[in-house]
């Protein structure tokens, strides 16, 4: 009778910070060994055995942590600069390097960005299906024509990906060029690109709300553990 108690997903996922079903992908694929035994679906290991990907020893059992960051311009959520942009882990700790990204931000915008080793979580707040609503504060170089407000809050744009259809919310009454921008999808630099179809330049991005996560009065480069919700 196999009596070991932990099972081999839960710990490849949080050890890589991958959903479940990726740790088992790679249990399918033959990477992972159990004291040199290679791994099969479903497979539970006892304290002290030696687990390995891909022939590298994982070591420590760590628990799940969850960051909210304010990003802010000019950095990139990468572990690796892109050119002489710096990545978001250079404000960071050392100790929360292991984090990743949860969804992204582009260089040029700032605000809410969440970081986890909990790939299931990570899954959770940016796939589609759960519908995370995200908010924006967006400043556009010219005045939005309300015709243009329309086509984006009703019918919606059609950009490469698909229809893009955002909720635009005026900032005052007086105030055409800023908007409250909420969402729940979260493709590739949307925002810009569905203001850019129609001609708008956005020269100011700035996420809010994230799921749940609010910012608060979090200063630019501050950040905070959180709790999972």
Known sequence: MDTASNRLNKHLA????????????????????????EATLGARFNDGD???VSGKPLTGNTAYEYILFNKPVGYVCSRRAQGD?????????????????????DKDSSGAILLSNDGDFA??????????????????????????QQMISDHGVTLEDGVSKLMLERVSDDNRK??????????????????DSLGYDVIKLHRT?????????MKPGEYKTVDMR
């Open 50 to 52: 030696q687990i390995a």
């Open 85 to 105: 942009n710096p990545t978001i882990y250079e404000i960071l700790p050392k100790e929360y390097a292991t984090l990743k990204p949860v969804g992204r931000l």
């Open 178 to 195: 800023q908007w409250t921008v909420t969402m729940s999808e979260g493709r590739n630099r949307q925002i810009r690109r569905t203001f």
């Open 209 to 217: 709300n994230f799921g749940n996560y609010s910012l608060g009065d």
């Open 14 to 37: 949080l050890q890589l910070g991958v959903s479940r079903r990726e740790a088992d992908e790679l249990i399918e694929r033959g990477r992972v060994t159990i004291n040199g035994t």
């Open 123 to 148: 899954y959770r707040m940016t796939h589609p299906k759960f519908n995370k609503i995200k908010i924006y504060t967006v400043l556009l170089r010219q005045e939005l024509e309300p015709l243009h």
